[in-house]
Antibody, heavy 119, light 109 residues
Framework: EVQLVESGGGLVQPGGSLRLSCAAS????????MSWVRQAPGKGLEWVAN????????YYVDSVKGRFTISRDNAKNSLYLQMNSLRAEDTAVYYC????????????WGQGTLVTVSS | SYVLTQPPSVSVAPGQTARITCGGN??????VHWYQQKPGQAPVLVVY???DRPSGIPERFSGSNSGNTATLTISRVEAGDEADYYC????????????FGGGTKLTVL
């Protein structure tokens, strides 16, 4: 059974940092692109970043460029999102999701982890 | 950057047909994917590559894509279909991005 389990969310002050993790199981993690998608309270879905199978390509939404870094460890079947210089507008549930290629749909999603940026 | 436009809400009576549109510049040249999201849950893929259905998704869910509009059609709507629906594409421009539409709240009257 495919499982994606996010962790690392919590309350952080503006300007602070947080590292999210996504533990994958039930499939060959190294064969998939992985993405982070977020959803602010009461708002729609917003894609944040994605990373190719071998980590050689990474793409980001403009609003997080220079602040967030996506990475993966295929040996540990894990995806990460390092979030620096956090802002109130980064408050959201963060989901990890997989796709076979960058243009493919997200066929499996985790249940999400909540990040709250507030003083 | 590429923009996808969805109506904020669509209402339909049980048993009727719901159509949710997703507008974008020449969207017909892209592959469109659709997700259903119920409150407190992660999104679920219901249609991919314009008109294909993942296993386990009822045949009542279908999709089309042409010109500047993609459409998700839900036939014989049931109360359990009430949810938010999002379209999504991959914009392979000079700055590649995944793009989601703003979402449509489907209300079953």
């Amino acid at each position: 059974e495919v499982q994606l389990v996010e962790s690392g969310g919590g309350l952080v002050q503006p300007g602070g940092s947080l590292r999210l993790s996504c533990a994958a199981s039930g499939f060959t993690f190294s064969s998939y692109w992985m993405s982070w998608v977020r959803q602010a309270p009461g708002k729609g879905l917003e894609w944040v970043a994605n990373i190719k199978q071998d980590g050689s390509e990474k793409y980001y939404v403009d609003s997080v460029k220079g602040r967030f870094t996506i990475s993966r460890d295929n040996a540990k079947n894990s995806l990460y999102l390092q979030m620096n210089s956090l802002r109130a507008e980064d408050t959201a549930v963060y989901y990890c999701a997989r796709s076979s290629i960058a243009a493919a749909p997200f066929d499996y999603w985790g249940q999400g982890t909540l990040v709250t940026v507030s003083s | 950057s590429y923009v996808l436009t969805q109506p904020p809400s669509v209402s339909v009576a049980p048993g009727q047909t719901a159509r949710i549109t997703c507008g974008g510049n020449n969207i017909g040249s892209k592959s469109v994917h659709w997700y259903q999201q119920k409150p407190g849950q992660a999104p679920v893929l219901v249609v991919y590559d314009d008109s294909d259905r993942p296993s386990g998704i009822p045949e009542r869910f279908s999709g089309s894509n042409s010109g500047n509009t993609a459409t998700l059609t839900i036939s014989r709507v049931e109360a359990g279909d009430e949810a938010d629906y999002y379209c999504q594409v991959w914009d392979s421009s000079s700055d590649p991005q995944v793009v989601f539409g703003g979402g449509t709240k489907l209300t079953v009257l």
